[in-house]
């Protein structure tokens, strides 16, 4: 998993691996590591997010697939345009 701006700030670190068969599962862990960090879960409802480079949109969590070794990017809300 790769953060992104705010996500990567509230995460405190620019990446980590991931061991999960969907985004659902992968974010609900990555919830669970962060835990002491409360605005983490904050960031991560207002994010959007890319899968092997293709954006996720509004499907439901648990439907996207995750490929071993594949890329999630977290994306926060970008300012500007």
């Known amino acids: 998993m790769r953060y992104w701006a705010a996500a990567k700030a509230a995460a405190g670190t620019a990446e980590e691996p991931y061991a999960a068969r969907t985004l659902a599962e992968a974010l ?6 962060h835990a002491g960090r409360p605005e983490f879960a904050r960031v991560l409802q207002r994010c959007s997010f890319l899968v092997d480079g293709g954006p996720v949109g509004t499907r439901d969590h ?9 890329t999630v990017e977290v994306l926060p809300p970008f300012a500007g345009g």
């Open 28 to 33: 609900d862990a990555a919830r669970r590591r």
């Open 62 to 70: 648990a439907t996207v697939q995750l490929a071993e070794g594949g």
